[in-house]
């Protein structure tokens, strides 16, 4: 089912439908009908660019992290435990030694920064092995191990391959002692995680990261498309595609508004 519901999603993402949107268009210049062939190129060019370039990303990724800005650790509430779920740390390379820190691995410090801070006496790291035999609640231990935090400051979740299941699990091993959790996940999965961890029962304060959003302009125009805007915009993609089909499905029935919180 893991596997199923990633390639089922390619289908909502700019360089899978592209290159679909490209296949059509040749199955139809063999057939003749050029009008048509025409046409899916102009739409597979328009889906390809557009979230290549930097309005793309201020259109879909833009909005969903406004509502998350990044806080200190100072501006925010004390918790019952700090759940950090995964996505930062990739599966070494072949010839690599241990996990490759990616773009999302910011949240593995904040996380630290939380611990250290007395925010939390307990860091709950989530998230299954989802490529290769070590999980990524394993690796992120490793990793704020190596920042400073004892291995007996952390819990692993290793169940979990999606961000339902991190809350599910992360409920039925901690719920009884915490009900108050630090969340911190990227702040454009931020809206649909919380939604999940307050519809199994938890308090949310949301402590954001990997904002990816740029503040200032690059060396390259913004209307030239560049493989990192189209990269933002895909996971931008993923969590608006993502709420609504949890939303549909009623997974955040349960949630209620004065659940999740934001620091002022």
């Given at each position: 089912m893991f596997t199923l519901t990633k390639v089922l999603s390619l289908f909502v993402y700019p360089l899978s439908l592209g290159v679909f949107l490209v296949g059509l268009s040749l199955l139809c210049q063999l057939r003749g009908n050029r009008a048509a062939a025409g046409l899916y190129t102009f739409f597979a060019l328009a889906v390809l660019y557009y979230p290549s370039t930097e309005f793309g990303v201020e259109a879909?990724?833009?909005?969903?992290?406004?509502?998350?800005?990044?806080?200190?650790?100072?501006?925010?509430?004390?918790?019952?435990?700090?759940?950090?779920?995964?996505?930062?740390i990739e599966a070494e390379g072949y010839f690599g030694r241990w996990g490759d820190l990616n773009h999302a691995a910011d949240r593995v410090v904040s996380a630290a920064e939380l611990w250290?801070?007395?925010?939390?006496?307990?860091?709950?790291?989530?998230?299954?092995?989802?490529?290769?035999?070590?999980?990524?609640?394993?690796?992120?231990?490793?990793?704020?191990?190596?920042?400073?935090?004892?291995?007996?400051?952390?819990?692993?979740?290793?169940?979990?391959l999606n961000t339902e299941g991190n809350a599910r699990e992360v409920s039925a091993m901690a719920k009884a002692n915490a009900q108050h959790v630090l969340l911190v996940t990227s702040s454009v999965h931020m809206r649909r995680a919380s939604a999940l961890f307050a519809a199994y029962g938890f308090k949310v304060t949301a402590a954001p990261t990997d904002h990816r959003v740029a503040r200032y302009p690059g060396a390259v125009p913004g209307w030239m498309p560049q493989i990192k805007h189209l990269d933002t915009s895909t996971a931008a993609i993923h969590e608006w595609v993502g709420y609504w089909v949890g939303k549909q499905l009623g997974s955040f029935e349960s949630t209620t508004d004065d659940t999740v919180e934001v620091a002022d």
């Amino acid at each position: 089912m893991f596997t199923l519901t990633k390639v089922l999603s390619l289908f909502v993402y700019p360089l899978s439908l592209g290159v679909f949107l490209v296949g059509l268009s040749l199955l139809c210049q063999l057939r003749g009908n050029r009008a048509a062939a025409g046409l899916y190129t102009f739409f597979a060019l328009a889906v390809l660019y557009y979230p290549s370039t930097e309005f793309g990303v201020e259109a879909l990724a833009k909005p969903l992290e406004a509502r998350y800005p990044a806080f200190s650790p100072e501006e925010l509430p004390e918790g019952d435990i700090i759940v950090v779920l995964g996505g930062g740390i990739e599966a070494e390379g072949y010839f690599g030694r241990w996990g490759d820190l990616n773009h999302a691995a910011d949240r593995v410090v904040s996380a630290a920064e939380l611990w250290h801070a007395n925010k939390a006496a307990k860091i709950v790291v989530s998230g299954g092995a989802t490529n290769g035999p070590v999980s990524e609640a394993r690796r992120m231990s490793d990793l704020l191990e190596r920042l400073g935090v004892p291995a007996a400051a952390i819990s692993l979740e290793e169940k979990s391959l999606n961000t339902e299941g991190n809350a599910r699990e992360v409920s039925a091993m901690a719920k009884a002692n915490a009900q108050h959790v630090l969340l911190v996940t990227s702040s454009v999965h931020m809206r649909r995680a919380s939604a999940l961890f307050a519809a199994y029962g938890f308090k949310v304060t949301a402590a954001p990261t990997d904002h990816r959003v740029a503040r200032y302009p690059g060396a390259v125009p913004g209307w030239m498309p560049q493989i990192k805007h189209l990269d933002t915009s895909t996971a931008a993609i993923h969590e608006w595609v993502g709420y609504w089909v949890g939303k549909q499905l009623g997974s955040f029935e349960s949630t209620t508004d004065d659940t999740v919180e934001v620091a002022d």
